[in-house]
């Protein structure tokens, strides 16, 4: 896996280093940060991800940077990097599934695969928070759940934010251009929404894609380039 983080300013480059499957060694991520000064790619702390005798893949992984800090999670682990000190310190991750990952002030926001639970995490108290999803059913009588789901999500969901909202982009499994939606999150009720906007009739590939990452430069702007 690979990523592309912001972080105040700066870029750094994330990318996950395991041994071929069945084989035993160490994972870790391995992590650059580019220096617009040098215009060169500095190497920063490695973080080892697990046992050399565990050789199973690693599955979940995420990245998200929120306020002066980057976060890393793993399918059972959850870490936060440091710049000023280029430290990682481990932290206590929820046993709930996490799949996508966005940050939106001070917190981040998670959904898992199936679109059942919201997971939001707060950087500055350290605490989780948890809510229903669209898939969410209650347990029955009985201690079942209805298995029926409002959205069959096929793949990985986009999480994204725009102007201050929390927006979900997913597909269900087919290849019609009408099984795309998009549902924006209400942070006064906490529940998900169908959003009213219209989305362009065509197909979507939501498949592998490249990692990018947004960042504002001062320095460009105030020389009148768009950045």
């Not at 269900?172 to 998009?182: A, H, K, P, Q, V």
């Not at 924006?184 to 906007?197: G, I, L």
Request: charged share 20%; proline share 5%; glycine share 6%.
């Amino acid at each position: 896996d690979e990523i592309l983080l912001e972080v105040q300013g700066h870029l750094y480059y994330l990318a996950v280093m395991c041994p071929p499957e069945g084989i035993e060694g160490i994972a870790f991520l391995w992590m650059r940060r580019y220096d617009r000064d040098t215009n060169q790619w500095q190497e920063c702390s490695r973080l080892r991800l697990r046992r050399a005798s565990d050789n199973g893949p690693l599955r979940g992984t995420i990245g998200v940077s929120c306020g002066p800090y980057l976060y890393f999670f793993t399918d059972t682990r959850m870490y936060r990097y440091n710049p000023q000190e280029d430290q990682w310190s481990k932290l206590t991750r929820p046993k709930t599934s996490l799949c996508v990952g966005v940050a939106m002030g001070t917190e981040i926001f998670f959904l898992d695969y199936n679109f059942v639970s919201t997971s939001v995490y707060n950087t500055e108290s350290n605490s989780w928070r948890y809510y229903p999803a669209l898939n969410y059913r209650p347990p029955q009588q009985d201690g079942s759940r209805l298995s029926i789901a409002n959205v069959i999500v096929g793949g990985r969901p986009v999480l994204f934010v725009l102007e201050n909202q929390l927006y979900a982009f997913t597909c269900s499994n087919g290849i019609r251009e009408d099984s795309w939606r998009l549902y924006v999150f209400d942070r006064s009720t906490s529940v998900w929404r169908e959003s009213n906007a219209a989305l362009p009739n065509r197909q979507w590939d939501m498949r592998q894609v490249c990692c990018v990452a947004r960042m504002y430069l001062p320095t460009l702007t105030a020389n009148g380039v768009d950045a």
